[in-house]
């Protein structure tokens, strides 16, 4: 497994402890206990309208303390955990990654989306960057549509995938919180390379469905954000989404990533954004606007063997909207006030 072992289990164990503080911090202590596992300047990116914030009290009063006033007895349920070296700057970034949702009781109003007294899962994913025994660096991505959607919100025009709770991997193995074979972590990598050679940049010249069977398993499972939906199976999936988003957009800039890494079956990356586009309509059944936007995007692999089996995708549509002159947030929970 190599002498990067170490570092990438004391990077884990930081971000595991830093869970288990922020989860059981009580009122008022978000931000001491943020400030203690981050660094001064620490930089966290988030979803519309959040962005970027800087500290740990602009992180603690901007999202934390509004959220767990929201969503009461906060709970994280992680379904993948994994860390590793950043491809992107040649290995020497070590970043730790956990998926899963925030799950609580949604009893008070956030971001004006008006609270139901029940269940609600917020559906999150965050990359942090670890050094010198603190968190430098976080993009941490949220599901804010799906939330909107769980209080009974319309935020976009019915979707082509399925609206769910997403669960987490087939093989219920996702956290991996132990060291993991250097070879396997690897292949993951190498195969989500593959699949970004095809995928990333539309150009393989091959018919869609048999670019997919390039890489992805014939049962493939694409787990897509609130408005886009969820979708299974490489026919379905090229139906479903893969087909429509190309035909809805046009002017793709080349994929470029923050942060891009692997452990075991499990791999993924994050940009900001990972690439534009401009809409020519259709996408999301909404109409062109002949703008270029920005496309901010998690994408997490789960490997079987040489084909990728399973994708959780967190796309920051709310921003990229946004950036067409759509502010859907506001314009969704200004309806549903009384």
């Not at 503080?21 to 990116?45: K, M, P």
């Not at 660096?137 to 919100?153: N, V």
């Not at 379905?236 to 046009?250: E, V």
Request: with cysteine; charged share 20%.
């Amino acid at each position: 497994m190599g002498g990067q072992v170490p570092v990438l289990q004391d990077a884990k164990d930081l971000v595991r402890g830093f869970h288990a503080a922020l989860d059981a911090a009580g009122a008022g202590t978000l931000e001491a206990v943020l400030a203690a596992h981050v660094s001064s300047d620490w930089l966290w990116r988030g979803y519309h309208p959040f962005g970027e914030l800087r500290g740990a009290a602009a992180v603690a009063e901007r999202f934390w303390e509004p959220l767990r006033a929201a969503l009461s007895s906060l709970q994280r349920r992680d379904d993948i955990f994994f860390a590793g070296r950043n491809e992107i700057d040649g290995g020497k970034s070590v970043w730790v990654v956990s998926m899963g949702h925030l799950m609580g009781l949604f009893d008070a109003p956030w971001l004006g989306i008006p609270p139901t007294g029940r269940l609600a899962f917020l559906r999150y994913c965050a990359f942090n960057r670890v050094a010198g025994g603190r968190i430098r660096e976080t993009a941490m991505f949220f599901d804010i549509p799906h939330l909107m959607l769980q209080a009974g919100l319309q935020p976009f025009p019915p979707a082509t995938g399925a609206q769910l709770v997403q669960p987490g991997p087939r093989t219920h193995d996702g956290l991996l919180f132990g060291p993991q074979p250097t070879a396997e972590g690897e292949a993951t990598l190498s195969l989500i390379n593959a699949m970004i050679a095809d995928l990333g940049q539309w150009q393989s010249g091959l018919p869609l469905e048999e670019e997919l069977a390039r890489t992805w398993a014939d049962d493939m499972i694409w787990w897509g954000p609130a408005g886009i939906g969820a979708t299974y199976t490489i026919a379905r999936y090229a139906r479903q989404h893969s087909g429509p988003f190309r035909r809805g957009l046009a002017d793709r800039s080349a994929t470029r990533h923050v942060a891009r890494l692997a452990e075991g079956h499990y791999g993924g990356f994050f940009g900001w954004p990972n690439f534009t586009a401009r809409p020519t309509g259709g996408f999301m059944g909404m109409p062109a606007t002949g703008r270029t936007g920005e496309f901010r995007v998690i994408d997490i692999y789960r490997r079987e063997g040489d084909r990728l089996a399973e994708n959780w995708v967190f796309i920051d549509l709310l921003h990229f909207w946004h950036q067409q002159g759509v502010d859907i947030l506001a314009r969704t929970t200004e309806l549903a006030r009384p």
